[in-house]
């Protein structure tokens, strides 16, 4: 998908949430156990409840790999689903993935071609040719983890490394790769108040913000910092939505729970051109 498609599908829905589908047979509602697929269930009842307050959907991969073939059956069929029903969705495979360069095409091969992904999450710690294969793929987008939402965030993002901090690092030095218009990074809604900075380093850049929701991150904060005259951000949810109610009305929770952070995203949508 091009990026002019995504920016389009914000403005027309009035959101830039992305629904991330961690799908947790722990959390699905007990009759959706009975199904042959309920993974697959479980996310069709969400994307259809879902789909017209959100412009991307982000499966995160481990959900699915625990599950063994069954859950990559189930990834696949989503992927179907999303492909066939909604081909206007922006999809983020977030596997974070980066390894020598000939696994890195085998990885990108896996979620761009095979399971038709328009994206996927990637480690930078490999550096440049572990990355430059997943931008070689045109209309992909390969989003670099930069600055995490998580605590262990500071173990290494944050330490100096030349002067400045690492993460830092991770964003110049990554605008030198080939095709680095093809790449956009994660900084965690947690981290808002960094993005002043980072906005400094890569002005037009897209990011996927997690980190609202149940990790506590401020879409107003991330806003106020990070967004830019294209938007530029992707907010992901996922337990936020997916398990506002653990009941048989989870889907219509799920979608409420959606819709509450479209008409907030409606709001700073509306500061950009004043
Ligand atoms: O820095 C990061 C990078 C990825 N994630 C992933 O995003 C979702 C967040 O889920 P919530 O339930 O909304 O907290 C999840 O898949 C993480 O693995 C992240 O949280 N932080």
Known sequence: ?????????IHQKKSFLCVGLDTDLEKIPQHLL????PIFAFNKAIIDATHSFCVAYKPNIAFYEAYGL???????????????????IFTIADAKRGDIGNTSTRYAKAFFETLNFDSITIAPYMGKDSVEPFLAFEDKHTILLALTSNQGAFDFQTKKVNG??????????????TNAERLMYVVGATKATYLKDIREIIPDSFLLVPGVGAQGGSLQEVCAY??????????????????????????????NEAQKIQ????????????
């Open 263 to 274: 008409i907030e995203m409606e709001v700073e949508l509306g500061k950009i051109h004043k």
């Open 34 to 37: 009975e199904d042959e697929d």
């Open 1 to 9: 998908m091009k990026i002019e498609h995504l920016i389009s599908q």
């Open 70 to 88: 069954k859950g990559w059956k189930s990834l696949e069929r989503t992927m179907a689903y999303l492909n066939d029903k909604h081909p206007e």
């Open 226 to 255: 990070g967004m830019t005259k294209n938007v530029g951000l992707l907010v992901n949810s996922s337990r936020g939505i997916l398990y506002a109610s653990t009941g048989d009305d989870f889907a219509e929770a799920a979608a």
């Open 164 to 177: 400045g901090e690492l993460y830092k690092e991770v964003l110049k030095v990554s605008k030198s790769y």
